[in-house]
């Protein structure tokens, strides 16, 4: 079965929804790889006539904004015995060392670093639950949160989409291997716009001062 025939197969709000879930519970603060499948969506999309990039950008922006604003409203009444619980929980990434990696974020940042957040993995997971704890107001966090999901989502499946586009032909001849390494290609891709985008975010926070982000 040759690629396209086996993505025609893929009913088109199955992706929707798929695409959607797994972004609004990362963006809860539950690590699950969001970006992996935006990434891989989007690639579909491009050799799926049935899946439209418009609809699945959205898709992915509405799933980012209502996760981030339910960890917001989680993170405000659970305060931070709630982040001393998921760092038992999943102590690889609520340790105690990144907690204070993302709260020297906020404490840089702001409201921005909800923005910035939403393209570095590690923030992305901190940034609703976190902003909520230090009760970060919340028409800041949705203004930044709102921003940042159509940027991030609607950005990667733009780049992702077209790159995909481009790559049709090629995908077609060598099927399921062609489709494999263009989505390793992709996240290659944006694997190293991230660690650009950390290694800045890391050495901002290192000379900041903490800072209380109040009402």
Request: with cysteine; net charge positive.
């Amino acid at each position: 079965m040759h690629v396209q025939e086996w993505l025609d197969t893929i009913p088109a709000v199955a992706i929707y929804a798929l695409v959607a879930g797994v972004i609004g519970l990362e963006s809860l603060g539950i690590p699950l790889p969001g970006e992996i499948v935006l990434v891989s969506a989007a690639l579909l999309s491009s050799q799926s006539g049935d899946v439209n990039p418009f609809v699945l950008g959205v898709c992915a922006t509405a799933g980012a904004v209502v996760g981030d604003s339910i960890g917001y409203a989680i993170g405000r009444k659970g305060g931070r015995p709630l982040l001393a619980k998921l760092g038992r929980k999943f102590p690889k990434h609520f340790g105690p060392a990144h907690v204070a990696t993302a709260e020297r974020s906020f404490q840089k940042w702001g409201m921005w670093a909800v923005f910035i957040g939403r393209f570095i993995a590690l923030l992305r997971i901190f940034a609703g639950p976190l902003a909520g704890v230090l009760h970060m107001p919340y028409w800041k966090f949705l203004t930044a949160n709102f921003l940042g999901g159509v940027v991030w989502a609607g950005g990667t499946t733009a780049v992702i989409y077209y790159l995909g586009v481009v790559a049709e032909d090629w995908l077609k001849r060598f099927s399921y291997v062609g489709l494999g390494v263009a989505v390793l290609f992709g996240l290659a891709s944006m694997l190293l716009m991230k660690r650009r985008a950390a290694k800045v975010a890391a050495e901002h926070s290192a000379e900041s001062d903490p800072v209380v982000v109040g009402d």
